[in-house]
């Protein structure tokens, strides 16, 4: 194959980068999953390959593809083959219910629906919602009526693909209420290799992919950055606290992305277990998704050295926050303090910019290439901008050297284990058993979660609270939810504060259990 007129420039903004790194380095290793190691020429001839077959089949550039599929070689291919091509690929929560998949593969008006066979029974049931499906391909065995993979791509060229396009994802993100929503960008900036000093400028890097690729951060951090940098990408298809540690040692891990529920895991390892295996390779550990408490980051730091760095962002683009280890400890608590090149705001109730010190909800200004919308939701679009600003809904405050510390957050979202979580879709699911009355879902403390899921119920009257009804409802929301979305305990009130509108007042529900706490996470 000639890969002589595929430069690094083009490589950045064509998405041919994995061409580049073939060329360069063809029997290096590009990917290790739980079934094999794959090499940069394998990795490239396959991505050329699927691409090829997607042109055939008629895709073109902004066409969409869904992709349901743990941590293995096949993700990181039907990636790059949409890179290069220019199709906007939606990888997809396989934890989530068959009807919610259905929802996201039609509503992302995907043409092309991959799925892995161990998700077969999901796959089927919610390809029967997609009419728009031109072909369903199944990764690594049978699926009844869906291509096989390898079948799919065997008969087309591992040659470069010609006149290729930036291409990317468009991950769905739930709502406070309805349905999940795609974060979409017509315009998409390339994503361009990190060559800096804590990036991949060695050229021997190796990045530990700790959760499921099909999320926003370990997609960006632990995925694609990584590969389009040159960089091995070692992927864990189960985190397990031991495992990451085992990993880190056989493989020489270099770079890797955590959530601070990880953290606490690690840390309850025996010293025994912690003294096995070697972790001094570590060169960065990123993290975020959800706020780490102060005394867990410092036994981190103590056990690691000052290898971590912290980020406050979103899915949607903006925020630009970074904390290393040194400066973290400095400011303990803080998530960073921006780049000039970035613009965020803390505003009162009445959308007043807060001085220095006083709390408020944090507002992003959105990128000004690459702004993102809500894919054919315009009315959900314009209601998440106050201007050119948008808001996760986070609270915190400024301190008056400009390091933003979080100090709350509205009530409509929970956080556990950096997954997100949205009361709303909890209520709608526990509001149909026929004891309910009313709900109001909220985020309660947890110790190592970061927050659990708990719904305050008020009965009918004809019901009486107790144990049994109790884990009743929790059993019946396991029917209608996927399980990390149900409430792991419940408790009753004779009634719930409510406006005089009479919408519920969550935050007012919230507040009790969080008493005590220095922070309403």
Known sequence: MNYHEVGVEEAALSGMSVA????????????????HSFTWDYLNNRANQLAHAMRDHGLVADDGIALLCSNRV???????????????VTPINWHLTAEEIGYIVDNCDAKIFFSENKFAVKARQAATMAPQLANRVAIGGEIEDFQDYVDLISAHPMKNVANPVNGGGMLYTSGTTGRPKGVYRRERPPIPPD???????????????????????????????????????????????????KLIDQHKVTHCHMVATMFHRLLQLPESTRAKYCISSMRLIVHGAAPCPVHIKHAMIEWFGPVLVEYYAATEGGGGFLIDSHTWLKKPGSVGKPGPEFDNRILDDEGVEVTPGETGTIYMRAPDVGRFSYYKDDDKTASSYQGDYFTLGDMGYFDEDGYLFLTGRTAELIISGGVNIYPQEVDSAVMQHPAVLDVCTIGVPNDEWGEEVKSVIQLKETFQPSSALADELIS????????????????????????????????????????????SI
């Open 20 to 35: 580049v790194h073939a060329a360069r380095k063809p029997d290096a290793i590009a990917v290790v999953d739980e079934y």
């Open 74 to 88: 096949e993700f990181v291919e039907v990636m790059m083959a949409a890179i290069r091509t220019g199709i906007r």
């Open 195 to 245: 060559f800096s000093e804590i990036g991949y400028a060695r050229g021997d890097e190796v990045n530990l992919c700790t959760g499921p690729a099909y999320h926003a951060a370990p997609l960006l951090i632990d995925v694609l950055t990584p590969i389009i940098s040159g960089a091995t990408v070692v992927f864990m298809d189960k985190w397990e606290p031991e495992a990451t540690l």
């Open 476 to 519: 019946f929301a396991h029917e209608h939810l996927p399980g990390f979305k149900c409430p792991r305990s419940i408790d009753f009130v004779g009634d719930l504060p409510r406006l005089p509108t009479g919408k519920i007042q969550r935050r007012i529900v919230r507040e009790p259990y969080w008493q005590g706490r220095a922070k």
